[in-house]
């Protein structure tokens, strides 16, 4: 007798309706391929999914004023503290705290209203990612909104309030790719990231391999100490910044 089919909701879609709901749409190795590629635009939700999940961003929005708002101050709590609850109201703009969850646009030295920017914590912040960052500058995430693939690949996002691709780890040799093309790598396999080259650029150096693997180090380290490889077989990414002032990264982990 097959169980019956979970409630279909609204919201973030839970690991039983993804399951019934949602067939994966890529296999294991197609979301690597794709990561390795830099095709990532094909990676894609389930099509079902991704109306919901526009119905989704557009109630988000209408409440908290944007789906930025939402995620700094709702999902990464980098927003209304105990002392300044959330409410529609003070969703009109994103706010944001520093460390000590200090609002007071002058004790910020902010201007009023607060910045649109995601505010970076005043107690002596770091010029840029790595991977032993204090936790209050990153927070892992699973995605609420995953894209479509094998229910046993967990969809992870980290997002952090500095910097990753920063000019003290990537030399000027090699910023126009990485600016177009953005980090990414594997964990866990003997699968190893292909440097990708500008349209017109000759064979890669020796130095400028290095230079590249020097800009994806700290990240791939991050990706190792949070996503052990004696557990875990990751694929990684890290696009060029798509929301001011919030870098993040994709981690696409399957449970060895």
Known sequence: MSSSPPPLGTGPPTDEEIEYYYTPMFS?????????????????????????????VAEMAAVHGTIVAYLVNVRLGWGP?????????????PTYTDVEGNTDSRILGLPTPPSTRPLTPSLNPPEYFTADIDSKFVKILRNDWPYSIPTNVKHSVF???????????????????????GLW??????????????????DDSEEILQLVKDAHRETHKFVLDNWPEDQWETAWFVNPPSIPGLAHGHVFARKK
């Not at 794709?34 to 939700?45: F, T």
């Not at 503290?81 to 703009?93: D, F, G, L, Q």
């Not at 997002?159 to 093309?181: F, L, N, Y």
């Not at 699968?191 to 349209?199: D, F, G, N």
């Open 28 to 56: 294991w190795d197609t979301v690597k391929d794709q990561v390795d590629s830099g095709d990532l635009g094909n990676l894609k939700r389930h099509p079902a999914m991704q109306i919901r999940y526009d119905k989704w």
């Open 81 to 93: 503290t105990e002392t300044r609850p959330a409410t529609p109201a003070s969703h009109a703009n």
């Open 159 to 181: 997002w952090t309030r500095v910097p990753i691709i920063h000019p003290a780890i990537v030399s000027p040799k090699i910023w126009k790719r990485i600016e177009k093309d």
């Open 185 to 202: 790598g594997f964990t866990g396999s003997d699968r190893i990231a292909e440097p990708k080259k500008l349209p017109g650029e000759e």
